[in-house]
């Protein structure tokens, strides 16, 4: 790694971008969705008795949504990428992140760190969704600093941190397109939704780690592709997205027969990628797609009753 350069305010914008751009389409924007199509039948999953409309959502909820999911997720990746054990990881998984290219020196980010903390809380009372931000924060403490995503907890954490996005995308999302629903509470239906939701991400988020191994066992971090081994790792990953795609459609009961087949089909399709080892990237690409197509099922079976 090279020494990195004097970091200019001209370059910032850029470099800020460069530590979220591996995750903002597989993370930021899957979220973000959750929390559309969510409001959009927002009587089946919270308090709030109406729905807004397609072109509110989009144009008045949208941006506050995405900015909300992208922000938060740049405080994680910016603690995540400066530890020394992460930037060794990212020299052989990511070598085009910041850090690993030298464009930026671990105190330096302490420093971006120190800086974007105090304004992502900020953005999160503006938003009302404070609280979603707070705890993601502690979520992201107990990753990184406590070393949490070293071990078998990570999985744990990651489900738990997913809920909450996933929670602040809706509550916003409401509150922002229509004027009597912000300050919503989940239905028994919507707890339901989201605990599902955490078992999904518990069971199969393994699937990013098949890539990411070689690193992954340079730093001893516990994932189960390394602890159980890859073979076994790729058999449960494939029976689990296929039986939660089945669990998820049995779930949501009336929506149209070719998208209950479409999702089972999905799900069947990665679980064959997995194993048949065609790619994990591609997988992991898949994957997140099949989370979208999750979130939509709630749409399908309100407008399809």
Known sequence: MSAPKTLRMVDLPGLIWEFTEN???TFAL???GFGLLAASVAPTLTSCSESPGALSLLLRAAP??????WANLLIFDIANQRLPESVTEDAINKPWRPLARGKISPIQTRQLLLAAIPAVLGLG????ASWETALIMLLTWMYNDLHGGDELSRDVIIAIAYDVFLMGSLRIAL????ET????TMSTTGYQWLAMIAGVIMTTMQIQDLRDQEGDRTRG???WPLVVGD???RVWIAVCVWLWSVACVWFWEEVPHFISAGTMALGGWIGACVLRKTGDVTAWKWWCFWQLVLYSLPVWHYHWR
Request: hydrophobic content about 45%.
């Open 23 to 25: 995750d903002f389409a």
């Open 30 to 32: 899957p979220n973000a």
């Open 64 to 69: 506050p949504v995405i900015l909300f999911n």
């Open 125 to 128: 009372a503006v938003l009302d």
């Open 175 to 178: 509150g922002t397109a229509t």
């Open 181 to 184: 629903c912000r300050a919503v």
């Open 221 to 223: 971090r516990k994932t």
């Open 231 to 233: 073979s076994v790792s």
